[in-house]
């Protein structure tokens, strides 16, 4: 658990209580929000500022609008939304610094809210050794600091780090942070086992340190995606036009030796769905991994056999940990072994810790999010935490005397 000061710390009423949360959610071409979940989970941690007679300021980033102000990634669809769920008006700012805003903060009565504009339309957001007087301006909007932004706590940014500075003995974890901290942290110190992980995702080098540091802890490892064919091309197998990073061969081969001498089973796929079209429009079929993928067809998703075999080995987990798709998800041919992975382990009586944006949107579309005992909002921030046990947004908050 952490020892960081909490929420529940603080003494709330007619203070102005300066929040940064992630509402850096999707929306389609017309700015239409197409998923809300970050923005639900943030909802205790605002409620119960509100309810206790705070002042609530809020920031966040959306995009990459690349340091100026772009109205297609302002953040006030996300101000209507916000109001909608809390059933109560969200004072939307024209910027997130300046003596407007400043003038705003300082007229806010006991249970309002506002939201700052768009962190990112400031270059000393993200690069703050730049401008170390952002961090600053942010400061003077509140009373008491609170990162409720666990998707963003391995950005050493202005408003996740730097600004925390400002709030000695003042700063606290929300209470979504805490949670993820609880969760991933039990999992990683004190699992309940068996403790299995599923890694996907296309790429070796972006996952390389956190197999490695779940090869000490995970009981059992599952690879697939498009990771797995450096893997299996390692080994010697033929994988066709495959995603692969030849330059980490060797570092595949030395992890799966790692397996051997540390007696640590990693399953990877027995079998393929393998087209020669990316975009799924021309030949489909099933390839077994030991006949090898022909010139001219990629690895698209695991295969029957792999999602019959994975599933089987899942049911005796106690504790599962998944970050990354199986397969080309986003393409709809290609997403049956990632949705059907995702509806194994919704069955099962386990703790399942779920994060990473394709992850959960297959949790979405087989209809199991519900199930699954914690849906983690930080894809790198959550890989992060879980090889250093450590990020710069959380050391930063005030431990608990």
């Known amino acids: 658990m952490t020892t960081k000061l909490s929420l529940k710390d603080l003494k709330l009423k007619d203070k102005k209580v300066l929040m940064r949360v992630d509402f850096n959610v999707p929306q389609d071409t017309n700015g239409n929000i197409t998923d809300d979940t970050r923005i639900v989970a943030t909802l205790p941690s605002i409620k119960f500022v509100l309810e206790h007679g ?6 966040s980033h959306l995009g990459k609008p690349k340091s100026k102000s772009d109205s297609k990634f302002s953040l006030s669809p996300i101000a209507k939304r916000l109001g909608e769920l ?6 939307m700012c024209s910027d997130c610094i300046g003596a407007e805003v400043l003038e705003q903060s300082n007229s806010l009565k006991s249970g309002d809210v506002m939201l700052l504009e768009n962190l990112r339309y400031h270059r000393a957001e993200e690069h703050p050794e730049e401008d170390l007087i952002f961090a600053k301006n942010l400061s003077l909007l509140g009373d008491i600091f609170v990162n409720d932004a666990f998707g963003t706590a391995h950005r050493a940014h202005s408003s996740t780090v730097m600004v925390a500075k400002y709030f000695p003995e003042r700063s606290a974890a929300g209470f979504l942070m805490e949670k993820e901290i609880s969760y991933l942290g039990n999992a990683l110190l004190s699992p309940k086992r068996p403790f299995y992980a599923i890694i996907g995702g296309s790429k070796i080098s972006t996952k390389l340190g956190v197999i490695k540091s779940l090869l000490k802890k995970a009981d059992l490892i599952f690879v697939g995606g498009g990771m797995a064919y450096t893997f299996l091309k390692a080994q010697g197998f033929s994988i066709g036009s495959s995603i692969c990073e030849d330059d980490l061969l060797e570092e595949a081969k030395n992890i799966l030796e790692m397996c051997k001498s540390s007696k640590k089973e990693i399953f990877l796929p027995v079998d393929h769905l393998i087209s020669n079209d990316l975009n799924g429009l021309k030949e489909i079929k099933v390839c077994d991994v030991k006949s090898g993928i022909p010139a001219g067809f990629y690895g698209v998703d695991i295969g029957p056999k792999t999602i019959k075999l994975f599933s089987e080995k899942l049911k ?21 072994g990632t949705i059907l992975i995702a509806k194994t382990i919704s069955s099962l009586d386990a703790t399942t810790i779920v994060g990473g944006g394709d992850s959960i949107a297959a949790l979405q579309v087989a209809g199991v999010k519900d199930k699954i005992s914690h849906v983690s909002t930080g894809g790198g921030a959550s890989l992060e935490y879980i090889e250093h046990r450590a990020l710069p947004g959380i050391d930063v908050l005030t431990e608990k005397r």
Not at 86 to 91: G, Y
């Open 86 to 91: 809390l059933n109560k008006p969200v004072l």
């Open 54 to 59: 705070g002042k609530l300021i809020l920031m």
């Open 316 to 336: 005796s987990a106690s504790t599962i940990l998944w970050n990354g798709p199986l397969g080309i998800f986003e393409v709809e041919p290609f997403s049956k």
